[in-house]
């Protein structure tokens, strides 16, 4: 049974810095690629960032030049570092394990974590 647990999220103002980490239990974490997600009031989820098993990356537009995903396979924990962070970044942010087809990345795993809160204001 897969678990997956969001953490590190908080209330920060423009221009901070926050470190998320996602907790991987019940599976062979190092050979899943993994992604970062999040999720706005009255948005549709958006796929972040991603980080295959060989550690290369990949981010969306939106975020490139500010965060940036790793993973620690000793720990089965991926993490998001988020630095000048903007108003426009608050949001629920979750994890999953990702599989690339058909042209894009989609979640391996029905069962979400309870995702961390995001809050950028002054």
């Known amino acids: 049974q897969v678990q997956l647990v969001e953490s590190g999220g908080g209330l920060v103002q423009p221009g901070g810095s926050l470190r998320l980490s996602c907790a991987v239990s019940?599976?062979?974490?190092?050979?899943?690629?993994m992604g970062w997600y999040r999720q706005a009031p009255g948005k549709q989820r958006e796929l972040v960032a991603t980080?295959?098993?060989?550690?290369?990356?990949n981010y969306v537009d939106s975020v490139k030049g500010r965060f940036t995903i790793s993973r620690d396979n000793a720990k089965n924990t991926v993490y998001l570092q988020m630095n000048s962070l903007k108003p426009e970044d608050t949001a629920v942010y979750y994890c999953?394990?990702?599989?690339?087809?058909?042209?894009?990345?989609?979640?391996?795993?029905?069962?979400w974590g309870q995702g961390t809160q995001v809050t950028v204001s002054s």
């Open positions: 019940g599976t062979i974490f190092s050979i899943y690629a």
């Open positions: 980080i295959t098993r060989g550690s290369n990356t």
């Open positions: 999953n394990m990702v599989t690339y087809y058909s042209n894009s990345y989609h979640p391996r795993s029905d069962y």
